[in-house]
């Protein structure tokens, strides 16, 4: 049997997912009838079988007449109806992940080789190219792959709705068990029908808008509902394509060592940029949180342990050092025996396991007290003061059950744990800070009349900004700095710094991540955060003179401008002597942090995309020049609009010998909820984002692949003839942004309450560079227009090949051979799919001007149309997306239920607009608002997209 016969094989069957989805389906439309009653049902049915209907065959007389009833539904009617779709989404979002989990565990449960990107398979690969046991551990310990979850305004769900739904997709799964007996059947199904009548009692649309408080402990949900469960399954899952493809060692242990290389960083309660609500408290508060989350976790495994591991003295020899830990521990033994200070003596593991038990909860009990507010001092001489004293516990325990020949039972539970400390410690993510450069710049200003009152920093020039801030952060002692005669942003920005030093101190030196600086445009701006680190004292000499730097700056590189100005900066960094000591005090990686959604936004897909891509190149030649490491961080979003695709390929997509075995990039949105809802779908994610990396730094232990020189001429000329057929429209086309702001319902999403930070810079402007990139995405995308995605790709590639046939030929090539043309053309047919001109139309109706309206909606459809005709030309493909069939299935099933969706939605703008125009003061209550919302929300569900 072939590899791909044996993949078809255990493919999903879209029999199976159509039998479940029309399950949901009518499990839903009894509940709706048995809550809202016959004319909500009736309402739903009609339309549903009417859209259906006109995805087979337009029938303009039933469009009319569904558009008719669509019109004379109340608010209230129109709220239930949207209800009913988004609902249905969810259910087959539900369905859809509970088929690819099913199929993933068919392939595991064979025994033969697994899917592209498993472990398994990546191993066999390595392998194949003879990799050896040695080559492999020393990969595996370079490898560093970190997902930062963000709190960006694009997750639509609320963390109760996800719960319901993770009940439904557990008891769904229930279904799935074989030889179910009828009556078995009958009560999981009746199960599911209350889990989903549940779900349609639960309000998905919050009723106030979240405060940084809240997106904090969204955050941390996911860690308790899978990533808790889907690490230590992640590392077997390693561990045992290792044991398959590579053997054990006679003792059987394996021959390779694997290292911690899963981490987890954050920006929620970390990045204030734009958000005036992320305070220095909320900082520390973010640090408590996950401290206190994590410590929970422990205790609960600590406590199953102690009733797993009951080994007797008389049965077994615990090692000598196990032994003496267990005496150094008698000074708290009183306290945590209660005065039966001999307890346990004859099973060693469970009373070294009770003390531990004692000591995290210690230290527990001092983070909920800072959480609350309190001044609380951890009592050193019984609590755990660090992550690294607890894991050396359970290492001293798993060592010595190796000693007495219990291998296997320290692989079980223990190791779990293990792999856990190791990955969270006691900080659970890296905590980034993000600030805006034009603030530090500000906060230097003023504080430099005191540090050197001779010097007007404003009226610096470049050169003379790195000097006077090198002499600074490199003076042996700084002026005590006035705080009093400060203004109050600069002393804020201080206390940021501080909180920094504070934090890093009680949670862990892991516990801050690094500090990104958006609109970074010179060295200086990097150089002015090391010297307010420098203040708080997270940089300077020690007392005998040996420099220290607790502080990793990372610049953001986020608009075209930007791009093109990486060298400047770099260079003017790495070159400066005083930087550059400090940064091998930290370790010497320069982490770069690079925008893809500015980008976007700002020249277009194909600029945006080719422009990273050879900005990576750039900064990763610079760094090996300086001697220095390079850490890329990539602030992808979750559509293709703003960097997002599939995780394994736009790893394997990034530029030869630039990922070097560390990646670190954002997760937002309804990525967020997509990933790692479910344990299951956790382990799947994290392996295929952990084997891209492994694959894309094979140039650690092989010497790296190059790009063909003519492939990367072809893609400059196209990228700038895709900028500028993007610019052509977006910056050059009159009164285009009144086109968007007209047709999309980007005015509403500001009232939709799904993040804290505001979705424009500046209220009332109607400019490109006023509205932030995530509603720019999401305005389009709810608008069927989807164009941040494609626009420019089409006139790019039509003008470039010509009719010169060698030319598309080459194009050709390129998609076949090279990783980055292909996952960009991949990921712009998905985009495609998405878009739907024909609805794309009825919203353009919306634009106030009808001639407008007409003259930009035909340039975006021509460029669709022309778009669609070319990507299929150089993939050779006869429909979009013909080589993802499960995908195209997936976004096929949704569009005759998008379509009442958007017809409601177009009727609601219509409608919640008039009543705005006509509304006598702000005191009326539009009552379109709440279902226009719902509106929104549905759509993304749908989409599976918002931002």
């Not at 955050?219 to 054990?248: C, H, N, T």
């Not at 710094?497 to 445009?521: A, L």
């Amino acid at each position: 049997m072939t590899r791909s016969d044996q993949h078809d094989r255990f493919l999903p069957k879209d029999k199976e997912l159509r039998a479940r989805v029309r399950l949901f389906g009518e499990l839903l439309g009894n509940v709706i009838h048995d809550l809202e009653g016959q004319a909500v049902f009736d309402a739903v049915e009609k339309l549903r079988r009417g859209f259906v209907s006109l995805r087979k065959d337009e029938d303009p007389d039933l469009r009319r007449q569904l558009m008719a009833d669509i019109t004379h539904f109340d608010a209230s009617l129109t709220e239930r109806v949207i209800r009913a779709f988004s609902i249905y989404f969810s259910l087959v979002n539900i369905a859809e992940e509970d088929l690819f989990y099913r199929w993933r565990r068919a392939q595991v449960s064979s025994g033969e080789p697994l899917w592209t990107g498993s472990f398994d398979q990546t191993l066999r690969e390595l392998h194949g190219e003879g990799v050896t046991a040695e080559e492999l551990e020393r990969l595996l310990n370079e490898l560093h792959y970190q997902p930062v979850f963000t709190a960006h305004p694009t997750e639509a769900r609320r963390r109760t709705t996800m719960e319901n739904q993770r009940r439904v997709f557990e008891t769904a799964d229930r279904l799935n068990q074989p030889g179910l007996g009828e009556e078995e059947r009958r009560l999981i199904t009746e199960e599911l029908e209350t889990q989903i009548q549940i779900l349609w009692r639960t309000n998905e649309v919050r009723v106030k808008k979240p405060q940084v408080q809240d997106e904090i402990k969204y955050g941390l949900f996911y860690f308790e509902e899978s990533l808790f469960e889907a690490i230590p399954q992640s590392y077997r899952f390693l561990e045992k394509a290792i044991r398959r493809i590579y053997g054990v060692n006679p003792d059987g242990s394996l021959p390779v060592r694997i290292p911690a290389f899963l981490h987890f960083g954050s920006w929620i309660g970390g990045d204030r940029d734009g958000n005036p609500n992320v305070t220095p408290e909320v900082t520390e508060l973010s640090c408590r949180l996950a401290m206190e989350q994590v410590l929970r976790e422990y205790l609960k495994r600590v406590n199953h342990l102690r009733n797993v591991l009951t080994h007797s003295s008389f049965m077994c020899q615990p090692s000598q050092a196990f032994l003496d830990s267990l005496d150094a521990d008698s000074n708290i033994a009183n306290a945590v025996f209660q005065g039966a200070s001999d307890r346990f003596e004859s099973e060693p593991y469970r009373r070294k396991l009770y003390i531990m038990r004692y000591r995290l909860r210690e230290t527990l009990d001092t983070v909920v007290r800072r959480v609350r507010g309190e001044a609380a001092v951890l009592p050193t001489n019984s609590a755990y003061a660090d992550a690294q004293a607890f894991l050396n516990d359970l290492k001293l325990i798993r060592d010595s059950l190796v000693s007495h020949g219990d291998r296997n039972i320290a692989s079980g539970a223990l190791t779990d744990l293990i792999r856990l400390v190791e990955t969270f410690g006691f900080h659970l993510h890296h905590l980034d800070v993000r600030q805006e450069s034009t603030v530090h710049s500000d906060a230097i200003a003023e504080l430099l009349g005191q540090l050197a009152p001779d010097t007007d920093y404003a009226a610096l020039d470049e050169t003379g900004r790195q000097q006077a801030l090198s002499e600074l952060i490199a003076v042996e002692n700084l002026p005590e700095v006035d705080r009093k005669a400060l203004g109050e942003s600069t002393r804020e920005t201080l206390r940021v710094f501080e909180v920094i030093q504070s934090m890093r101190r009680e949670v862990g030196p892991d516990g801050i991540g690094t500090y990104v600086i958006s609109m970074t445009h010179a060295a200086s701006h990097v150089l002015e955060v090391l010297l307010l680190g420098r203040l708080a004292g997270l940089a300077g000499n020690d007392e005998e003179g040996n420099p220290f730097c607790h502080l990793r700056i990372s610049p953001l590189f986020e608009t075209i401008e930007d791009l093109l100005h990486v060298e400047d900066v770099l260079e003017g960094l790495l070159s400066n002597p005083v930087y550059a000591r400090l940064l091998a005090a930290s370790g010497n990686i320069q982490d770069v942090m690079l925008g893809y959604s500015d980008s976007c936004k700002d020249g277009g897909i194909l600029a945006s995309s080719w422009n990273l891509y050879e900005a990576q190149k750039k900064i990763v030649g610079i760094t090996d020049r300086f001697g220095v490491r390079c850490q890329l961080f990539h602030g992808r979003g979750g559509t293709v609009g703003r960097g997002g695709g599939p995780t394994h390929e736009s790893i394997l997509a990034q530029p030869p010998a630039t990922v070097q075995g560390r990646i670190k990039f954002t997760e937002q949105g309804e990525v967020l909820s997509y990933k790692y809802s479910n344990v299951e779908t956790a382990v799947y994610e994290l392996g295929m984002g952990a084997t891209g990396v492994m694959l894309a730094s094979r140039s650690l232990i092989r010497p790296p692949r190059k790009d063909r020189d003519d492939y990367r001429a072809t893609m400059h000329e196209l990228a700038q003839a895709g900028e500028d057929a993007y610019r052509e429209l977006i910056d050059r086309t009159e009164r285009v942004l009144d086109y968007f702001y007209e047709i999309t319902p980007v005015q509403e999403i500001g009232f939709l309450n799904i993040g804290s930070r505001p979705s424009h810079r500046r209220k009332t402007d109607r400019s490109k560079s006023s509205i932030r990139a995530i509603p720019w995405v999401f305005g389009w995308a709810q608008a069927r227009h989807t164009l941040p995605a494609w626009y420019g790709i089409g006139t790019a590639l039509a003008q470039w090949r010509g009719d010169d046939p060698e030319r598309l030929a080459q194009l050709q090539r390129m998609y076949q051979e090279w990783p980055f043309f292909r996952s960009l053309l991949s990921n712009c047919q998905m985009a495609l799919t998405k878009a739907d001109m024909r609805t794309a139309a009825e919203y353009a109706r919306l634009c106030s001007d009808p001639e407008l309206a007409e003259r930009i909606y035909v340039l975006v459809r021509e460029e669709h149309s022309r778009t669609v005709t070319e990507v299929l030309r150089v993939a050779q493909l006869d429909r979009l997306m013909d080589e993802t069939p499960l995908l195209a299935r997936s976004l096929q099933r949704r569009n005759p239920y998008l379509d009442p969706l958007n017809s409601i939605q177009i009727h609601l703008l219509r409608e919640s607009r008039q009543f705005d125009a006509e509304a006598d003061d702000d005191t009326d209550e539009n009552p379109w608002l709440s279902p226009l919302l719902r509106s929104i929300n549905a759509i993304a569900a749908g989409m599976r997209n918002t931002g």
